[in-house]
């Protein structure tokens, strides 16, 4: 099989870390980190003049029609310099939902302006109960004159304090645990009965606790057919975990190189660490770790590609090596970098922060091999 990129693939990978290389250094990280919104307004609209936010979408909305393969080329650049700009949460989660749902006219009036950077979004999905069930919502909408009255948390929201607009799931019928009965609206963020509350996570990205109260949409608000939501949000769940598995990719590659570097420069009893055997068979260790991950995440995205039967499967199984390699990657990058690998001053410990959170965003290793063998051994 031909894992070649094409020429237009390779070019758009050449954009994203060549901006990143020279714009996106760890101290200029750390000041957007720091600041208010935890995001910079003036790289987001870089990345929508480089054409980056128009990647996944349809030609007929202005977008690129680019491929999953496409996506996981900017992630995984973006992941190496830890961008803290809301690509997932737009791009791949509020876009995604976007240009899956059928509503041509939501589409026709938001993707554009993804696509040249004036609107943010949200996916607001997960409650303080729900922990990695995308089904288990508690939240609900009612039917209100000619809308919608729609009540309840949703917490975690990635990029939900800088968002124009939420995609909002909410039952509008059945019982807590159901996969039917679930609907998705578009709401504004300044809509009447929204707050937001704004708080940063350890990894330097913001979210936000949302309520909803009695917050009023009309019907033309609602993404795809009421109640019918659940089979839309898996799949472009099932995208973003493989956008968040090629980000790991990113980190996992950069903890690699910048420990192989380390290891050549730091000197103990004389000579550098890096002519210890047992560090050499250490580094080897992360380094199969990385290269089996990479060869996974190739597999899923061609299954994807493909729409094989066996894809969901697939994509289970990469999130388990995810949070596997992972762990030992960037454990294995503290213990040889010692003490300092810890520290807020040095980059290692900020991968490292960064891949516990994409562990952890739609289900840990046990949730995604629970979710493996339901699928593969039913």
């Not at 714009?23 to 980190?33: G, L, S, T, W």
């Not at 963020?189 to 990894?203: K, L, N, P, R, W």
């Not at 807020?344 to 739609?362: S, W």
């Amino acid at each position: 099989m031909n894992f070649d990129f094409t020429e237009e693939q390779s070019m758009l990978r050449d954009s994203v870390a060549r901006y990143v290389q020279d714009n996106y250094d760890f101290e200029a990280r750390r000041a957007i980190a720091e600041s208010t919104e935890g995001m910079s307004r003036e790289h987001w609209q870089n990345f929508a003049e480089l054409g980056w936010l128009s990647v996944p979408f349809a030609e007929e909305h202005g977008g690129f029609g680019g491929s999953t393969v496409d996506t996981m080329l900017v992630m995984e650049e973006l992941g190496k310099g830890l961008v803290l700009e809301p690509y997932l949460a737009t791009v791949v989660l509020f876009g995604g939902l976007l240009q899956r749902s059928g509503n041509s006219a939501l589409q026709a009036e938001f993707i554009p302006k993804i696509i040249d950077g004036t609107c943010l979004g949200a996916f607001a999905y997960l409650e303080r109960q729900s922990r990695f069930e995308l089904n288990d919502v508690q939240s609900h909408a009612t039917a209100s004159g000619d809308g919608y009255s729609i009540s309840g948390e949703k917490v975690l929201v990635f990029n939900g304090a800088n968002a124009d607009h939420l995609i909002v799931s909410a039952r509008t019928a059945g019982e807590q645990f159901d996969q039917q009965g679930i609907s998705l609206f578009l709401v504004p963020i300044d809509a009447e009965g929204v707050t937001v509350t704004s708080y940063g996570m350890m990894d330097g990205q913001r979210v936000a606790n949302i309520s909803f109260d009695k917050v009023a949409v009309p019907s033309t608000s609602l993404l795809g057919l009421e109640g019918e939501a659940m089979a839309l949000i898996e799949a472009v769940v099932q995208h973003a975990n493989v956008a968040l598995a090629s980000e790991a990719i990113g980190i996992m590659g950069q903890l690699n190189a910048k420990t192989l570097d380390y290891a050549k420069t730091r000197k103990q009893f004389g000579v550098t660490i890096g002519s210890f055997q047992a560090l050499q068979h250490r580094m080897v260790d992360t380094f199969m770790a990385y290269e089996q991950s990479k060869s996974l995440l190739y597999r899923a995205v061609c299954e994807l590609e493909d729409q094989a039967d066996s894809a969901a499967a697939t994509v289970h199984a990469l999130m388990v090596m995810i949070d596997r390699s992972g762990k030992l990657i960037f454990s294995e990058a503290i213990q040889l970098h010692g003490g300092m690998g810890l520290t807020d001053e040095l980059d290692i410990g900020h991968y490292a922060k960064r891949l516990m959170m994409i562990n952890t965003t739609f289900g840990n290793g046990d949730f995604h091999q629970a979710a493996f063998n339901a699928l593969r051994y039913a």
